[in-house]
């Protein structure tokens, strides 16, 4: 009975890993397809999506389509600006939501409970409603330029960062976990004669690693994958555009497959390392969301 019941614990454990395989193929076939299209010319590229070398580094295999791709575009600048956008807007937004959060969750003051309604309302309103009352707003607000007060954010980094810094989902996430807290720690901190800003710094925050993660996460992929409407539509300058925009620039005239899997590919690298560097975190944060203060 007991070599019965270890081989079927073994056939179990084979299955599920099989099955678990077979899911992670699924989701590895598109991006294995991309990563092996990059290398071929378009005719062969054409020529291979009919059969299973489609997913083969066969045949006539080389780096030409990542040469072809930068001279196509300014992948580097608009990379950068990616980043750049990407990183600026994420530290921002866990500071300001975060401090939108602790004043919801933990200070008395009028009317709370219902902004704090009419900011997760927001969730279910489309961007594509708000894009043109958004656009004639930031055409018409002022800032302070190198060359002294200037009028209109088009064609500048701060329109695609300040818009997009306070959003529903984060200010939620950091609500539902702050209220997770220990209120004994609030309550001694506040004892012990400290302001609410030290107990925001000093022990609210300390504890808020899993959601500091989960946030990061969230809103750095909303970000860099979301950025090609809203940068379209305000960034008509290379100087300041961001890599999504860029592809575009591999639908003029003909259509080079082979250089647009490049640009595809190099678009995915950032965001599969970022996953990689911030799988941990993202795991511990998802364990910790059923732990309770």
């Not at 996430?173 to 800003?197: N, T």
């Not at 989960?214 to 909303?222: P, S």
């Not at 190099?266 to 732990?291: D, E, K």
């Amino acid at each position: 009975m007991a070599e019965v019941s270890v081989r079927n614990e073994g056939l179990l454990l084979v299955s599920r890993y099989l099955v678990l395989g077979l899911v992670a193929a699924i989701f590895l076939f598109p991006l294995i397809f991309m990563m092996v299209s990059s290398l071929k010319p378009d005719a062969q590229l054409l020529a291979d999506t009919s059969s299973f070398r489609a997913f083969l580094p066969v045949g006539d295999v080389s780096l030409d389509n990542y040469f072809a791709a930068f001279d196509r575009a300014p992948i580097g600048r608009f990379m950068l600006n990616s980043v750049f956008v990407t990183v600026t807007t994420v530290l921002l937004s866990l500071v300001i939501c975060s401090v939108a959060a602790f004043s919801f969750v933990y200070l008395e003051w009028s009317g709370r409970n219902l902004l704090l309604s009419v900011i997760l309302a927001t969730l279910i309103i489309p961007f594509e409603t708000i894009a043109v009352p958004l656009l004639l707003l930031v055409s018409r607000l002022p800032w302070l330029g190198a060359e002294g007060l200037e009028w209109g954010w088009l064609n500048t980094y701060q329109v695609q960062i300040i818009p997009w810094i306070v959003d529903a989902l984060t200010v939620f996430l950091f609500v539902q976990y702050f209220k997770d807290l220990p209120r004994e720690l609030i309550e001694a901190a506040r004892a012990e004669g400290a302001s609410w800003l030290a107990v925001y710094r000093l022990v609210v925050m300390p504890l808020s690693g899993p959601v500091l993660a989960t946030a990061a996460i969230l809103k750095a992929l909303k970000m860099y994958n979301e950025q090609y409407l809203w940068p379209l539509i305000v960034v008509q300058d290379e100087a300041h555009r961001p890599i999504m925009v860029g592809l575009g620039y591999f639908f003029q005239l003909d259509v080079a497959w082979g250089e647009l899997m490049a640009y595809l590919t190099l678009i995915s690298i950032p965001v599969l390392l970022f996953y990689l560097l911030m799988q941990r975190a993202f795991i511990a944060s998802i364990a910790s969301t059923g732990v309770k203060g």
